[in-house]
């Protein structure tokens, strides 16, 4: 894997990638008002872009290295605090005032909401790395890694994520999800999401053993037909029904999430700082938070584009062109605000959660 600076370049494009995607999906969702049931291109943006997302995010969470005492880890978990939640309150509070027309009515109902307005992301990414390096504090505590069955504990662990994923979607066995705590607190969308934080962990964690998997030649032909039929199922056939309706839907995000790492990776040559869609992907991903809390604020309204693309559906090439274009334009604006921002230390450290290194006398 081509790195600089041990940074994962393909990995880097891929995460820019998939954060064109976001802003994708939110073009057709907010300014074309669409329906992702409507959306040809939605639909299938929303299988993988945020599994992808979070996939990405437990991929480089393993720290191989890393030391996990009680200090230590409590230290990690304060940089996520300072990281994540002051960054998400304020663009929170910077959103209702640019885009509502109210401020206090529009902060009562992002809070009250699961997905805060958009904002749930890194809320649910701060409970992930919560829960991750307190499994991480014990595993090394108990010396898990040392042992025959290392494999064993992170792997129960991502089990048990996908049951209660899938209890999530069994509404007269588990009534839960309707709950308020778990809205109002955005748990229910870690219950969504953190199986695949887990399975990007698992991936680097044996990566060499998931190496030869990918290279093995039923690898990529097996992902390819179950993720056509599992998506086809889930948008479009609907064969199943009850506690079993999810299944297609659930393998579909797999499969095409795996997709897209696969592609990554195998062209990962196209992807590096000698490219130059390499390097515009990567600056994309190595400001992935910046364009997340920002892009909310310059997303348009256009209606009439979503009206006349649900009358012409299903048309993938048009409806995803359309979307991806006005997306980069929005990126674009995200990413001049962010460098201005940056330019005050302060903003950068508690808008962005980047210290600036630094000056030697």
Known sequence: MAATKNRIEWLDAMRGFTMVMVVAYHVGLITFAESARQSA???????????????VSGYLAFRPKFVWTAVSTAQQLWKKFRVQLLPTILFMCAYAVIRCKEFLPAMERMLQSPTKGGYWFTLALLYM????YIFAFIEQHFRWRERSWHWVPITLFWVVSVVLYETAYMPKVFSYPKDPFWKVSSLIQVVYFFQFFLMGN?????????????????????VVVVAFFCASDYLRWHNLRMVWANLPRTLAMYMTMLLCMLFFRHYQDSFTKETRLGRVLQYIGTRTLDIYLLHYIFLPRIPAVG?????????????????????L?????????SSLLRISPLFQEHLFGVKAPSEKT
Request: charged share 15%; with cysteine; aromatic share 22%.
């Open 202 to 222: 698992i991936v680097r964690r044996y990566w060499k053993t998931a190496e030869k998997i990918f290279d093995s030649k039923w690898f990529v032909p097996m």
């Open 329 to 337: 334009v929005v990126i674009v604006f995200c990413l001049i605000t």
């Open 129 to 132: 790395f919560i829960f991750y």
């Open 307 to 327: 009206e006349w693309l649900n009358t012409n559906k299903p048309d993938f090439v048009t409806g995803t062109t359309l979307c991806v274009a006005l997306a």
């Open 41 to 55: 291109s939605m639909s299938l943006l929303v299988l993988f872009r945020m599994p992808l997302f979070f996939f």
